[in-house]
Structure formats: C-alpha cells, structure tokens
C-alpha cells in the first residue's frame, strides 16, 4: 500500500514542483477547487497595484496607447491560443463565457439557417443551456434545443443538427468528451461545433485546429488563475471569421471604433467579436496566470493532472470503501482534471472537510467534487485530504448542524 513518504518521493521528483512556490496559497489549506477558482499567483497583486497606481493614477487615458491596454484583447487572446491548439488571431478576450457563448451560438445558427436543431448533452453546464434557451428564444420558434445522455451524443447528430453545443468536461462527474471525434461526426453531418472549455483550458492539452473545431469559448478564472470573475475568451476557427457577423455589434468591433461613425461595420477577422470597452484591471490580472500557465509544459502537466487523480481515487477506495460512490470515470485519460464522489450527505460532508482546512466543493444533489490542478498541488496533498475525509466518514464528524446549513454559494 502508498505511503505518505511515496507521496513525499513523488513530488521531490515532480517536474511541476517549483510553480507551487509561484502561488500564494495559505499554509494551513488544501486545496482541491482549483477547477472552480484558480489559487492567487504570487506576481498579481504587483501587476495589478502597478497598472492602478502608475498606469491608471499617473498616466490616465494616455495608457490606452502608452501602456497598449487597447491591445489587451487580443494579445492576452494570443496567448491563450498557445493554450488550446489555436492559431495567432483567433482568440479574444472578452466578456463572460455566458456573453461569448450567446455570441458565437448566434453567429454559427446563421452560417447554417437550413437547420434547425441545437444539440447538447443533458450533463451540460446549465448556463449554456439557458442561454441557448434564451436565444432560441429569440428566434421565434424556428428552432429547437435537444438535449441527449452523454454516450448517446454521436448517434443523435443529423441532417437536423445545426450546431452542437458541448462542455468539453462535464462539470459534474469530469468525464471528457473526445473533442475530435464529436467534430468529426458533426462535420460529418453538415453541422457545426461549439465546445466550452471553462474546464479544460490549462488543464489539459486541447488541439482545436488539429481536430477542426469551429468555435470555443472558455472562462480566465479556473485553471488560468485570473482571479474571480476574470475576463472569458472565445475562438473562432479562421475560416470562418469574415461571415460571422456578431450580434452584439458594440463599438470595439467596428472596423474603426475611433472613427464614431454612427452605422456599424464588423471589423476584420476575430475583432469583430469584442463588444465594450476591455476591462484593463481584469484583463491584466489574468494575462499573469496565463503567461504563467505558459511556462508549464501542458504533456506533464496533463501526466501529473491524471496521476492525482488516480492517487485519490485509489485512497478513497482504500480508506473510504463501501461509504462513497465514484461518480466519475475509473480510467485517467477519460475525465478531466477533477474527480467526483457521491454521497446523499455530501453538502455536509463537503463543509465538514473546508472546516478542516480541505477546500472542495459541492454540486446538486449529490456530489462531492475535487479538482487537481497540477500548477500547486502536491501528492502529499492528496494523501491528507484523503485522510481528513475518512476520519470524517468514519466518526461521521459531518452530521453537525452547522454543517448542514446551506450557504449561497456551495
């Protein structure tokens, strides 16, 4: 059986090992939501505290050229195209996930106005199936939402498809869609493919080129550690960049925002999808995790992210065996950088372990989820946590009131 000393042996030999001292993680935390929220670089609040005190409180407006904020967008969306296998200027930075998705579902209904049929998976993140509901709403009952079960996706695309609409992890149980297969048999179909990335994205290697994707859209404040509420991305595969006409047509782009002239023409290429004006204190936040996030290796990060992962589910069947359900796939290479348990206590359970210092998180109406992200965490980390939650299986340290009690966030 592992010991903690293999864990300790495990991470002494860690390539990843040094980025962990680039984080500013409480000493007496672990922390496994990294998926949910990305941990404080350590090299933020000097970015940020210089932009406010130099860039903003002393050179003002001028900044927008001297210090290029209005390059922001793009460049930070340069970057993250290195992340997840896209090509310099097909990335931007922008708006909230929620936005970009209206966005590009919009765009790409139109470049196929034959269809009718969005399709998603019933596993799907729930705000990307309101927003697809809002905006199908919008279209007059011309077109239709279905929703299928995860393993039944492939075969429910047809000539009906327009667009098929996936979160490349389902946030739930981490299982992994395979994103070249899903847009080899949409392609296959006639339809297109938007993937949300918002759990993937630094976590794992994603190759959007190499399996042809059309769009994606992403969030900066999980694996890119931008800081809550960080600024979204999204992708535009180039060949279809000059038909995309976006619907919300908001004067950053306009082929010349500068220009004020009162009727709107799309700028070129992937600018046409910004909106308002960039919001710089964000933007520059998560360009720190991102260019951070770029000094890893994303192949060993993807080979630490699987062997956490492996580790803890290996512990909690030792330690924890008969008491939790595995809710997310045994096999590494299939789930994303999360693994997930099942309890019908496991909102208690999950505040029970935070009050011991062991940051998870909790998703209706049963799981237990614990995210793995290999930039800070430790083997020895997990070896902890797993034994901080059999103590609480075990004396049932969970069925305290207080732990009970819901908050607004869980």
């Not at 993250?80 to 929620?98: F, W, Y």
């Not at 498809?161 to 981490?174: D, E, F, K, P, S």
């Not at 404040?221 to 992708?235: E, H, I, Q, R, V």
């Not at 290996?314 to 348990?341: I, K, N």
């Amino acid at each position: 059986m592992l010991t903690r000393n293999d864990c300790a042996r495990h991470d002494a030999g860690d390539p990843l090992a040094g980025f962990r001292e680039r984080f500013a993680l409480p000493p007496d935390v672990i922390y496994l939501d990294g998926n949910s929220l990305g941990a404080l670089p350590r090299d933020t609040p000097a970015r940020v505290a210089a932009l406010i005190e130099t860039e903003w409180g002393r050179d003002l407006i001028t900044s927008w050229n001297r210090h290029a904020w209005i390059e922001l967008p793009a460049r930070l969306g340069d970057k993250i195209a290195r992340l997840i296998g896209a090509a310099p200027g097909e990335v931007a930075v922008a708006d909230s996930t929620s936005v970009n998705l209206f966005k590009l579902l919009s765009g790409a209904l139109d470049l196929v106005p034959e269809r009718r049929v969005v399709l998603s998976d019933t596993g799907n993140f729930p705000t990307d199936l309101y927003v697809a509901q809002g905006l199908l709403g919008l279209r007059c009952g011309r077109l239709a939402l279905r929703t299928v079960e995860e393993t039944a996706l492939i075969d429910a695309i047809d000539g009906e498809t327009a667009v098929v609409l996936l979160t490349q992890v389902n946030y739930r149980t981490g299982r992994l869609h395979d994103l070249h297969d899903v847009t080899a048999a949409a392609h296959r179909a006639g339809a297109l493919v938007l993937w949300d990335l918002s759990h993937s994205a630094g976590a794992l290697p994603v190759a959007l080129n190499a399996a042809g994707a059309d769009f994606a859209v992403g969030c900066g404040y999980k694996y890119l550690n931008g800081g809550p509420g960080a600024p979204a991305f999204l992708f535009v595969a180039g060949r279809h960049q000059e038909r995309l006409r976006p619907p919300l047509s908001g004067w950053m782009g306009h082929e010349a925002p500068f220009a004020f002239d009162p009727d709107y023409r799309p700028a070129r290429g992937i600018a046409r999808q910004l909106c308002g004006t960039p919001a710089i204190l964000s933007l520059a936040a998560l360009e720190v995790g991102v260019d951070l996030m770029l000094e890893a290796d994303l192949g060993a990060l993807r080979t630490k992210s699987m062997a956490l992962g492996a580790l803890f589910v290996d512990l909690v069947e030792q330690r924890c065996a008969g008491v939790l359900t595995l809710a997310s796939p045994r096999d590494p290479a299939a789930r994303g950088s999360q693994v997930s348990l099942r309890h019908p206590h496991g909102y208690a359970i999950v505040q029970a372990l935070i009050a011991r210092g062991v940051i998870a998180d909790f998703r209706a109406p049963d799981i237990l989820r614990f995210g793995f992200a290999p930039l800070y965490l430790r083997h020895v980390d997990v070896w902890d946590a797993v034994a901080q939650l059999a103590d609480i299986m075990q004396s049932r340290a969970w069925d305290k009131p207080e732990f009970h009690r819901r908050a607004a966030v869980t």
